[in-house]
């Protein structure tokens, strides 16, 4: 089964509005964390933003926020005001547990293009 | 500070051959991590690396392996190439310490067999 999924293939925003990327998980584990990566053309992988399953606020850095509903299992990530440069696919990402074994497990990313 | 290195960018090799690729992480992180990305797969975990000591695998067969030195620079070596090993190679450091084990990552290696 998967263990993270997005939903969105791809998708086609106007420059300047927000951007909602939906991605939702499935684990058993109650100690986990969520990533969000872009990966531009060029093909390395850029942190924008974590989540931990025991943290009480919604995550935030900059114009990247995470909208994490924890009973629904879904940690969606917001771009306010979009630019083109954020054109880019866009990876959510799950570790499981808080021990020392540490490994991603990756959902299929949305391809995002923001139109001028 | 430099961020995380990964020789070489490119590189093409023939079935049955066998590559090595070497990922440098930031000054500092002690843990590396190894993806293969393919478009039909999507990233998925190879082995992570602390201190020289492997700690966790993914599902790739034996012919993937690697290594971690003192400094800790990381070599992963895949032998008999197949058609299917062609893909991008990202690795990944962390410093392994607070709460967000958050992962660098580098430009990765593109590795083609043919």
């Known amino acids: 089964a998967q263990k993270i999924t997005q939903t969105q293939p791809g998708m086609f925003v106007q420059e300047k509005e927000a951007v909602t990327l939906d991605c939702t998980y499935d684990?058993?584990?109650?100690?986990?964390?969520l990533f969000w990566y872009k990966q531009p053309s060029s093909g390395e992988m850029i942190f924008l933003i974590y989540?931990?399953?025991?943290d009480q606020q919604n995550a935030t850095e900059g114009r990247y926020s995470l909208n994490f509903q924890k009973a629904r299992k879904s940690a969606n990530l917001v771009i306010s005001a979009s630019q083109l440069g954020d054109s880019a696919m866009y990876f959510c990402?799950?570790?499981?547990?808080?021990?020392?074994?540490?490994?991603?497990?990756w959902g299929a990313g949305t391809k995002l293009i923001i139109k001028p | 500070k430099a961020g995380v290195t990964q020789t070489p960018r490119y590189l093409i090799k023939t079935r049955g051959q066998q590559v090595t690729l070497s990922c440098s992480p930031i000054?500092?992180?002690?843990?590396v991590s190894w993806y293969q990305q393919t478009p039909g797969q999507g990233l998925q975990f190879l082995f992570e690396?602390?201190?020289?000591?492997?700690?966790n695998k993914g599902n790739f067969p034996g012919r993937f392996s690697g290594r971690q030195f003192s400094n800790s620079r990381s070599e992963m070596n895949v032998s008999t190439l197949e058609l299917g090993d062609s893909a991008l190679y990202l690795c990944?450091?962390?410093?392994?310490?607070?709460?967000?084990?958050?992962?660098?990552f580098g430009p990765g290696t593109r590795l083609t067999v043919t």
């Open positions: 990402a799950m570790r499981e547990g808080m021990d020392s074994n540490y490994q991603l497990i």
């Open positions: 989540q931990g399953s025991y």
């Open positions: 990944a450091s962390s410093l392994v310490m607070g709460r967000s084990y958050e992962q660098y």
């Open positions: 684990t058993s584990d109650p100690s986990y964390g």
């Open positions: 000054s500092g992180h002690r843990s």
């Open positions: 690396y602390f201190s020289e000591t492997q700690r």
